[in-house]
């Protein structure tokens, strides 16, 4: 019999004044016996409309017919059919928005806990399963991915299977891209990202790290050296900053350098020596995802007040209900319809308060949200020793410009079809470096695309 309980069976967390003094997981994961009874919630419909909001087609009622049995292995090799990385995606894939969107049970109640099962299939598998994955047999085709972020190693998980010679070319000295410098530990563990590249270094391929494409070598470069395809797959790691007055003082961070500290860096142990501002006060920018990573990481650092300055009302806010439920509960101070008008410094040159003004919401934008306007004579100070600018990114220019042939729009993000097909012939791009900064599901979900495409390429070459 189903489960016809209205609610998801609930998670087990940190408690919030615990969670938000340490880097640990604040999920904690489901037993056996929660995910068992989460997916008995399932009702397993014929036109399985949850499966046609997953970027990567993940078959979503089998893997939980599967887990509401308690055969966990079945439903690990139905999910990696389709997806490469799920422990990742289980843990910060916008569910709510896509799959669990679209979930029948949501209509009058909580939809199914779809990430909740896809994480708990892919921790299980990892503690209990130890068989290596085969090697499939090469080819004599060689692929390039320029990118070891979330598009990169989906593409690589999906080439490697059909026999292609894969090498991934990460920039940093670490492969997981925005897995491993951008989201924190306490969101993503850094360990469960290890194992998922390791999975695929099992399967045969092979990741260069410290190489810099455009640098070291550039694209052109790499079909001189026998790749026969290359996919980029080097996401939208550009900071943006707003132009106000002060953003040039000590004490002002980019999330982006902000949150690689902390991630990449490990500047949240004693036992590393990577500089970061110690700060009482700290106001962050912003109000999506990354801004929410990045107030909550500062708190853990032991800021006594975090503020969200956000110019526009809580509706409107691009970051995930959960991670805004999660920041309030950590003490978090949301500064709603405030717009940062100049960043004051003292006789050092270090940030010592921030010029506010409050804001109103007019008509709607382009974006279609209603557009924020300063209210008249509303300015006024915020004390606070830090600024954390978390407005968004845009692609590096370093690859675009050095490759012949490879067209972008005025945002700088490479021009890709529906195929992940660029205009040069033989290159393939997607995720962030072709959308601007999106969602790790997303970015994914244009590997795989890529992948398939790369192959039919090659095949018919």
Not at 13 to 41: C, D, W
Not at 318 to 344: C, D, S, W, Y
């Amino acid at each position: 019999m189903p489960n016809m309980s209205p609610n998801k069976t609930k998670m087990p967390e940190q408690a919030p004044n615990v969670r938000n003094k340490n880097f640990s997981e604040v999920a904690l994961g489901y037993t056996e016996q929660m995910a068992i009874e989460e997916a008995q919630r399932c009702l397993n419909c014929k036109h399985k409309p949850c499966v046609s909001g997953c970027p990567v087609n993940v078959r979503i009622p089998e893997f939980i017919a599967n887990v509401a049995k308690g055969d966990f292995k079945t439903a690990y090799e139905i999910i990696k059919m389709t997806n490469a990385l799920p422990a990742v995606s289980g843990r910060v894939c916008p569910q709510e928005s896509q799959c669990e969107g679209k979930c029948v049970r949501g209509i009058k109640g909580e939809s199914v806990g779809i990430g909740r099962l896809e994480r708990f299939v892919a921790d299980w598998a990892m503690e209990n399963l130890n068989e290596k994955p085969q090697k499939p047999q090469l080819n004599g085709k060689k692929v390039a991915i320029v990118g070891a972020g979330p598009a990169g190693l989906s593409c690589a998980g999906d080439l490697v299977k059909l026999g292609y010679d894969i090498t991934i070319f990460e920039a940093f000295h670490k492969a997981g891209g925005v897995l491993v410098y951008g989201i924190p530990e306490f969101r993503l563990p850094k360990s469960i990202v290890q194992k998922e590249i390791d999975n695929l270094i099992a399967q045969g391929v092979k990741v260069q790290t410290n190489m810099v494409i455009g640098r070291i070598l550039s694209v052109d470069e790499l079909f001189e050296s026998g790749f026969d395809a290359v996919f980029i797959g080097s996401g939208a790691g550009l900071p943006g900053f707003l132009g106000i007055e002060g953003e040039g003082l000590v004490g002002v961070y980019s999330a982006n350098e902000f949150l690689t500290r902390i991630n990449l860096m490990k500047a949240y142990l004693d036992e590393y020596d990577t500089p970061i501002k110690q700060s009482k006060s700290v106001a962050v920018v912003g109000g999506g995802n990354v801004a929410m990573d990045a107030a909550r990481s500062a708190k853990r650092l032991g800021a006594e007040h975090v503020y969200i300055v956000y110019r526009r009302s809580e509706e409107e806010m691009p970051a995930r209900i959960e991670e805004i439920h999660h920041a309030k509960e950590e003490g978090i101070e949301f500064m709603l319809l405030t717009n940062p008008k100049r960043i004051v410094g003292d006789e050092d040159g270090h940030v010592a308060g921030m010029e506010c003004s409050k804001m109103e919401l007019g008509e709607p934008d382009e974006s279609g949200r209603r557009r924020p306007k300063a209210i008249e004579g509303s300015e006024f100070m915020l004390d606070i020793d830090a600024a954390i600018m978390a407005v968004g990114t845009s692609p590096n220019p370093l690859i675009r410009s050095t490759t012949t042939g490879l067209n972008a729009d005025k945002r700088g993000c490479i021009i890709a079809d529906e195929s992940m097909a660029t205009s040069k012939v033989g290159v393939y791009a997607g995720g962030d470096t072709v959308t601007g900064a999106a969602t790790v599901i997303l970015a994914m979900g244009a590997g795989k695309t890529a992948a398939a495409s790369i192959d039919e390429y090659l095949k018919n070459k």
